[in-house]
């Protein structure tokens, strides 16, 4: 297991929480800073804090709960010299090993929350910034569905002859946010062999275009744009017939990834009228993909979604159920792998599955502390310096 460390993040919305809720569930302290607002600002902090369903209290709303479980929280004026000054005094006292922010970069000097700033507190400090496309661009807020368009998101997801659509999580911001998570914990290792702290720049931009490795190598393969990744709606780019089909009670999802896997599908009672000629190959039935998911359809008529994913099954095919969210809630691989929290009124709620089972999080039966307040842990830190300060 490895030691506990402890984490500082100038953190908001959801790319960093997410970040740093990764290392709460190694059972790290993580210390998130947020602006305590101006006199009389009725919403101070996090915006995040209030989106969402009520828990009791307005300033942990239900959208703000599941990436601050297990967190402390502290405000800090970093417009002023004597917040900046306290920042350093926390980073150096409670030794800091991790500090993080995604905050514009053309602020970090001005709140004095830069690399070459913080690092005089502590030499070996990791510092982490996340902005929407790098330290180049300091002024560029970094907003999911803005870069989900900017970034070819949007012009793969949806229908071919419909509009560009959004994809149904904000994939960027939690990519940007393991990112942060696994370069971290890079930099900590290699600071077991350097003994030097690191600073990391993640570049939204960047890490969503890297998940781009089945799309972008096409522009060097091909002059037809026509032949370029386009919106394929719930179909396979490449592997024919792999897409969603209705049964008489549901939505399922079929994946054919092999010319030995069609030929089983076409073998199967209600399917065999799928065994036509020019279909044997995949490249083949690229040709004839149209009529193929008309004949699959047409198949699925006298099916339950149950009855065909078993047969399916039987024949090693790959298919799923198109479950809603109580749907995946009750699976099995999900249910037992759900953090938990106690809200403030006494409810215990599940909330998502940790990505990775921990050691911390099995000793805890999965369950880790609401989100704290606004500012929660103001004293409690202060407290911590003055008696590490009395005990110089």
Known sequence: M??????LSLEQALTLPYATQRFAQLGWRVIRIESGGKPGQKRPGDPNRYIGESTSVDDARAYFVAPNIGK???????KEEKGQSFLKE????LKVDVFLCNTLPKHYKQLGIDYDSLKEANPDLIWCGISALGPDHPDRAGYDPALQAMLGYMHLTGEPDRDPMLCGLPIIDLKAGDEAFAQVLLALLEKEESGKGKKIDISMAQCA????????????FTTDEKKLPFRSANEHRSFIPSNCYPARDGYVYLAIGSDTQWQKLCSMKGFEHLDKPGRNTNNERKTQKDAIYADIRKGLEQ??????????????LAVAPVNNLKQVAAL?????AMLKTTLPDGRTVELFPAPVTTEYLEKHAYT?????RLGQDNEKIKDEIKRIK???
């Open 2 to 7: 490895l030691k506990k460390r402890t984490i």
């Open 390 to 392: 009395d005990k110089i």
């Open 368 to 372: 880790m502390a609401f989100p704290p």
């Open 90 to 93: 926390i980073i150096s006292k």
């Open 332 to 336: 099995d691989c999900v249910k037992n």
């Open 72 to 78: 402390e929280a502290i405000t800090i004026n970093l």
């Open 303 to 316: 099916y339950s979604c149950h009855d065909f994913i078993e047969q399916c099954m039987r024949n090693g």
């Open 209 to 220: 275009t890297s998940w781009l490795i089945t799309a972008l190598p096409s522009l060097e």
